[in-house]
């Protein structure tokens, strides 16, 4: 079955550093999505993305994150400058092909470690 | 804005019983849908039912079934015959279908042990 895969899976980078999490949707999903979870905290939305655009954001994806695809297959997430605040797992998401289709299918995660 | 509430951090269940996992909501919509998704120890999250609200039959997946009680706005899981595969993270989700809004409002999930 077509699983939704994320790399790395683990990061350990230092404040201020940029990072890049990559993710592969499901190959005929057209719908993608990033979440994370603070340790100890609920799963929240970060950003959804269609045709190549933004969507929908929450107030956490400020001006320090973007999103990209850069082809047919890649979609990631970066983060601009880390913050301490940013240490958290990162989850991608993905669903389609239409619209209808209610199931948004996850990624394994990127634990994100910032010092 | 819609907040989404499990009130039990941890639950156990012997093997071959069954457990009723509880999530309430809130929210002022009519119509929306409502989502547990399981998350096995370093795997990804996969869904296990969805419930749609206009609906007023409870969803069912196998050993898996909802108690949604919309006037409540509880939506609690039971399993039954609990296996050792069944031992994860679970959290209920909540999603909007108002606005265009696609993001899935999560609780803090019940992590569930399963004895054997």
């Known amino acids: 079955e077509p699983e939704v895969t994320q790399t790395p899976s683990h990061q350990v980078t230092q404040m201020g550093q940029e990072v890049i999490l990559r993710c592969v949707p499901i190959?005929?999903?057209?719908?993608f999505y990033w979440y994370r979870q603070i340790l100890g905290q609920k799963v929240e939305f970060l950003v959804s993305?269609?045709?190549?655009?933004?969507?929908?954001k929450s107030e956490i994806f400020d001006d320090q994150f973007s999103v990209e695809r850069p082809d047919g297959s890649n979609f990631t997430l970066k983060i601009r400058s880390t913050k301490l605040e940013d240490s958290a797992m990162y989850f991608c998401?993905?669903?389609?092909?239409?619209?209808?289709?209610?199931?948004?299918?996850f990624g394994p995660g990127t634990r994100l470690l910032v010092l | 804005a819609q907040t989404v509430t499990q009130s039990q951090p941890e639950m156990s269940v012997q093997e071959a019983e069954t457990v009723t996992l509880s999530c309430t909501y809130d929210?002022?919509?009519?119509?929306?849908?409502l989502f547990w998704y399981k998350q096995p120890p370093s795997r990804q999250m996969i869904l296990v039912i969805r419930?749609?609200?206009?609906?007023?039959q409870n969803a069912t997946e196998n050993r898996f079934s909802v108690n949604f009680q919309k006037a409540a706005k509880s939506f609690s899981l039971k399993i039954s015959d609990s296996q050792l595969g069944d031992a994860a993270m679970y959290f209920c989700?909540?999603?909007?279908?108002?606005?265009?809004?696609?993001?899935?409002?999560f609780g803090k999930g019940t992590k569930l042990t399963v004895n054997p």
């Open positions: 998401a993905s669903k389609g092909p239409t619209r209808s289709t209610e199931t948004q299918y």
């Open positions: 190959s005929n999903h057209l719908y």
């Open positions: 993305f269609y045709n190549n655009e933004i969507s929908e």
């Open positions: 929210t002022s919509e009519s119509d929306y849908y």
């Open positions: 419930q749609e609200a206009y609906k007023q």
């Open positions: 989700a909540y999603r909007s279908t108002q606005g265009g809004s696609e993001k899935l409002v």
